[in-house]
């Protein structure tokens, strides 16, 4: 039998509380990572005992006896699935766990969660400060939407270089926005000083997390005030979801959950919120193999005649390794970058030669997945002087490292490069 019992609607601005659905079980921040990881956010099933939550696929949830003082663009109760629904909150529970935030948003994609992040916050006449590295939606949301459509200022900045963030600050910034390990470069950004610039001058800290996840770095635990992650990646961990999420101070995140999905419709369907808390569950162990296998590959990778350069925080020589060591807790992540002493069809035939290695956009999967970007990146100008003859990024799996080596070994043979 289902009961509103639970539900407390006193007027139309409040919301519909999830009564039913509250934990009975916590897991806080007495439990650690790995802990947190695995039970937070489950629990049993009231209605059928079952020690996992179900799916719930409805895309709509029985209306109290009288709905007049229902508010239709609520995002708190369950309602309408594009309004919020029980997967999703199940998830959001666990990452605003394991990012330590107060709460979290969970979106359709990495992108839905940067879109929704810069349409709550931005308006025309504000300024906005970003990485010169960094994801492609970023740059063509901020430097050509926001920027041409909705007279936002925009600033691209490197910011790995503390005193050209600094310089970039005007009255009207309202955001600073960085990636790192940045996207596809691997650039390194001090967290903890670009918070303190950021909150000097009374603008928010966003952090895209991506490459190196919550069990490698917790922006908001070093000062950022949003953490912005897509779950496809290491999240899910298995490549066959799409998601993201916003974590930070609930203040902020019940406006941006509000237009976000309700107004901007950026809603992740209840099976995929799912399979990201299935996938999410083995986070920590993935990590560990990820961090592992990508440095012993850079390490071989450097060790190469033929390699142009290898790019991997967790090498020493890498230029933001001092900070990356200061700021990542456990690891460096599983993405790295590298070039060839080759022509521009070496490359491809290169990658046609392996036989682990997948050829394929995305990073944080279970697999191994390698991408060549070419010579003629429209942002070339924007990445260091090494990144200019075409590169890979490659997404170090979770198989045998050995067998990632010989793989990439026997395809340089191939191509005569060793
Ligand atoms: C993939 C990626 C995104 C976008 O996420 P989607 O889930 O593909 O929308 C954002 N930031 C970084 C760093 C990424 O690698």
């Not at 020690?51 to 709905?67: C, G």
């Not at 918070?195 to 000062?223: C, K, M, W």
């Not at 974590?247 to 999905?261: F, N, P």
């Amino acid at each position: 039998m289902k009961s509103f019992d639970n539900f407390q609607i006193n007027q139309k601005q409040s919301s519909i509380k999830w009564g039913e659905f509250v934990l009975k079980r916590t897991y806080g921040d007495e439990f650690g990572f790995e802990t947190r990881a695995v039970h937070t956010g489950n629990d049993v099933d009231g209605e059928t005992g079952a020690i996992k939550r179900p799916i719930t696929m409805a895309n709509s949830y029985e209306l109290p006896y009288d709905p007049t003082n229902v508010n239709w663009s609520s995002a708190d109760g369950n309602l309408y699935t594009r309004n919020g629904g029980s997967n999703q909150k199940y998830l959001q529970e666990k990452l605003a766990s394991l990012e330590g935030g107060e709460d979290c948003i969970v979106l359709a994609s990495g992108v839905a969660a940067l879109s929704g992040l810069f349409f709550a916050l931005l308006k025309s006449g504000d300024h906005v400060i970003f990485s010169s590295v960094t994801y492609i939606a970023v740059y063509r949301l901020l430097n050509e939407l926001f920027n041409n459509k909705f007279n936002v200022e925009t600033t691209i900045v490197d910011t790995t270089d503390i005193n050209a963030v600094r310089s970039a600050v005007k009255p009207n910034t309202k955001l600073i926005h960085i990636e790192t390990p940045g996207n596809p470069t691997l650039s390194i950004s001090d967290i903890r000083a670009i918070a303190d610039i950021a909150h000097e001058n009374g603008a928010l800290l966003s952090v895209d997390n991506t490459f190196a996840s919550p069990y490698n770095q917790r922006p908001i635990e070093l000062g950022a005030d949003f953490t912005v992650e897509s779950l496809t990646k290491y999240i899910n961990g298995h490549g066959d979801a799409m998601g993201g999420a916003i974590i930070g101070k609930r203040e902020y995140l019940d406006v941006i959950r509000a237009q976000s999905q309700v107004n901007l419709g950026g809603t992740i369907s209840p099976f995929n919120a799912w399979l990201i808390m299935r996938g999410s569950v083995t986070l920590p162990l993935r990590m560990r193999q990820h961090n592992e296998n990508a440095l012993k590959v850079a390490k071989w990778l450097q060790k190469q005649k033929n390699i142009s350069f290898v790019a991997y925080p967790g090498l020493e020589n890498h230029k933001g390794h001092d900070i990356a060591k200061s700021q990542m807790s456990n690891g460096f992540g599983g993405v790295l970058s590298f070039g060839l002493k080759a022509d521009h069809d070496t490359h491809n035939k290169f990658v046609q030669n392996l036989r682990v290695i997948t050829s394929a956009v995305s990073l944080g999967h279970d697999e191994s997945l390698i991408v060549f970007l070419g010579e003629d990146d429209e942002r070339q100008y924007l990445y260091p002087e090494e990144f200019h003859n075409g590169f890979f990024r490659f997404s170090v799996g979770i198989e045998d490292a050995e067998d990632i080596i010989n793989d990439l070994k026997q395809a340089l043979e191939k191509v005569n490069l060793i």
